[in-house]
């Protein structure tokens, strides 16, 4: 990840996800690899994020997550 990126962090207690500076977006549904709504983490392939302020859902895939993790070595 860049350092002109904006930086954020996932987290699954809250059901959010958490940007750099406080802004908070919720986290309204997680896929799985058969295309189904999970209520586990582990499972999860997809995020379903709820942003403002027009309520639009973005999808977030969690391999993209992950490969970002690898490549700046934090976890």
Do not use: C, H, K, N
């Not at 059901?15 to 295309?35: L, T």
């Not at 977030?60 to 976890?75: F, K, N, Q, Y």
Request: proline letters at 5%; a negative charge; hydrophobic letters at 45%.
């Amino acid at each position: 990840m860049s350092a002109d990126r904006e930086r954020f962090v996932v987290d699954f207690l809250s059901m959010s996800v958490v940007y750099e500076g406080g802004f908070s977006v919720p986290i309204v549904g997680m896929i799985d690899r058969f295309d189904e709504e999970t209520d586990d983490p582990d499972e999860a392939e997809e995020l379903l994020i709820l942003m403002p302020p027009d309520g639009i859902v973005v999808v977030m895939d969690m391999a993209d997550l992950d490969r970002a993790i690898e490549a700046t070595g934090t976890a």
